[in-house]
């Protein structure tokens, strides 16, 4: 009998600890998220709710868009052997995104938001803007050392952002160059560089610097700008914070 007992203490024990972390999880919410426009955010409310009732996680589509970025990093890299891989690795730079979009969206609607979710949410976006630019800077189209800047600069800006949110104030997603228009830069000058392929059967240059070059510089730049803007608004948020 008293084994018995023990056996049903330990068993409700364990129900109540499990509704607790079931309760937590549905009432969590994320600390800071990204403003995304409404007309890019309903592409995927379909698949929001097909992934709800299917049970799929937020955290295996937070992986999916890490394998985006390494089909975009693939094309990009083997586009200098098949140039028309330019039209196809921007497509997956957007899916990227839109995969980020979707495991957050989703997250919400199952009740599965939680803070190790934040993680998963970010650490992926890292790795997928490194793979991207990496794939960029050995493409053959452009000098490797400006795409390892610019992929530095991509993880600086990101980091830079993320310190609003570690200090409790806000996260930042602020700037000419947040993770969006890096893409959309991207996208310009892969299909830029295809065209002046098409039209001069060669890579076309400007003060000896090809268009990949300056699409790299121009996010380089952008972020930069992105920083200190960012920086900016953390400090004065701080600043009112201690007034």
């Known amino acids: 009998m008293l084994c018995v007992f023990c056996y049903n203490a330990i068993q409700k024990r364990k129900t109540a600890n499990f509704s607790s972390k079931r309760k937590c999880m549905a009432n969590y ?14 592409t995927a409310e379909a698949a ?12 295996a589509i937070s992986y999916l868009s890490v394998l985006a970025a390494l089909a975009s990093a693939f094309c990009f890299w083997q586009s ?5 891989l330019l039209i196809i690795a921007p497509v997956f730079c957007y899916l990227r995104l839109w995969f980020n979009m979707l495991d957050g969206m989703v997250a919400l609607a199952a009740g599965k938001a939680t803070a190790r979710g934040e993680i998963l949410n970010d650490l992926p976006d890292r790795i997928s803007d490194i793979v991207i630019f990496v794939g ?16 530095i600069l991509a993880v600086l800006t990101a980091y830079v952002g993320i310190f609003g949110q570690a200090i409790g104030v806000q996260r ?11 893409m959309v830069a991207l996208h310009i000058g892969a299909w830029t560089t295809l065209a002046c ?20 510089i121009v996010v380089i730049a952008g972020c930069v700008q ?8 953390i400090m004065a948020a701080l600043e009112r914070r201690t007034k």
């Open 29 to 42: 919410e994320p600390i800071s998220r990204r403003p995304i426009a409404a007309a890019f955010r309903r």
């Open 48 to 59: 929001t709710r097909l992934c709800v009732r299917w049970g799929i996680h937020p955290d």
């Open 80 to 84: 200098h052997t098949a140039p028309r």
């Open 136 to 151: 960029i800077a050995h493409s053959g189209w452009m000098n490797p050392i400006l795409g390892y800047w610019a992929a």
């Open 172 to 182: 930042e997603f602020s700037g000419w160059m947040s993770k969006p228009w890096r």
């Open 197 to 216: 392929w098409w039209w001069n059967d060669q890579s076309i240059r400007l003060q000896g610097l090809t268009i990949l070059d300056w699409t790299c």
């Open 226 to 233: 992105t920083i200190a803007a960012r920086l900016k608004r």
